[in-house]
């Protein structure tokens, strides 16, 4: 079958490589529909740490099923339509020992720590798959990266009476958007690109902030009576802007990392204390998370 493989920073290629075959308590999809994630762009540019070379990319999945395992349960069938879950547990770290298997210490995410699924073909553990009735494939395809979004909201836990303050609005700024406005909170939205903020006010944000344009305390202020946000999700990865949800957050608010800062950071660390904020990373989402966005989806409200 072909696959798509990154050889090496910069350099990748259309390869043949053997067709999976399906052990127990698997299923054989046929990929139809693969998102080019910015970490697969990260890979391609050699700046992502976790992935080692060669490497096919490939984690956000449509998939038709084309093979059954043997002992698989009887609510997958050939030709059904479904999504992937990219992530692995190892059942037995601090992490899944709390139940949080998405922050698994050994996780191994589809294109990234192993190989993906820009291929033809791909073998997949029952426990992965997410049915979708209604959803295209291509909607199928676009859950994955909008579950990591609604799991730094819940992080956050993001309520009705929230003022909620994004910053970043590409792909997963996106999906923290849509699950903050899922929530019924108010959604401020920054960015300095306005091509961006308007895919945020589609996505459910009520105040948009062009940062290279307004200034960003003053016009935060000016959206929450004086306060501050509730919450503020980073999702730029930039040291500034890492400073800058703690910094702009209310007194008592939460402040949600997604990803990595470029570089390292430095804080005026009086605000921690001062405002007794929370801090909180959110990494990959969780099997509630998914099931969220196939019905947000499903009742067309993205």
């Not at 190892?90 to 998405?102: A, K």
């Not at 996780?107 to 073909?121: C, S």
């Not at 957050?249 to 570089?263: D, E, H, L, T, W």
């Not at 959110?282 to 966005?293: C, G, I, L, Q």
């Amino acid at each position: 079958m072909k696959a798509f493989c990154i050889h090496e920073p910069g350099r990748s290629a259309l390869i043949e490589c053997p067709k999976p075959s399906v052990g127990p308590g698997e299923v054989l999809l046929s990929i139809n529909v693969v998102g080019f994630c910015g970490s697969d762009l990260t890979t391609f540019r050699g700046l992502n740490p976790m992935v080692s070379y060669p490497r096919i990319p490939g984690h956000e999945v449509g998939g038709t099923i084309v093979e059954l395992g043997e002992g698989v349960d009887t609510q997958w069938s050939v030709g059904q339509q479904v999504l992937v879950s990219p992530y692995t547990n190892c059942g037995s770290c601090s992490s899944c020992r709390q139940g949080r298997f998405n922050c698994c210490r050994f996780n191994e995410t589809l294109g990234v720590q192993r190989d993906g699924a820009m291929t033809e073909f791909l073998a997949i553990q029952q426990e992965k798959l997410f049915a979708a009735p209604g959803l295209t494939l291509a909607e199928m395809a676009l859950v994955e990266p909008l579950t990591v979004g609604f799991h730094a909201v819940d992080r956050g836990r993001v309520t009705e009476t929230d003022i909620v303050a994004v910053f970043g609005c590409g792909a997963i700024g996106l999906g923290v958007i849509s699950g903050a406005a899922y929530r019924n909170a108010r959604v401020i939205a920054i960015d300095i690109d306005e091509d961006k903020l308007e895919l945020a006010r589609k996505a459910g944000a009520t105040d948009t902030i062009q940062s290279s344009k307004q200034d960003l305390h003053e016009t935060l202020q000016q959206l929450t009576d004086g306060h501050g946000p509730d919450v503020i999700v980073e999702a730029v990865g930039l040291p500034r802007t890492f400073r800058g949800a703690v910094e702009e957050v209310c007194f008592a608010g939460r402040v949600v990392y997604i990803g990595y800062a470029k570089a390292a950071v430095e804080y005026e660390t009086k605000y921690f204390v001062q405002k007794e904020i929370d801090i909180m990373g959110s990494r990959n989402a969780t099997p509630e998370d998914f099931k969220t966005v196939i019905s947000m989806l499903q009742a067309k409200r993205f």
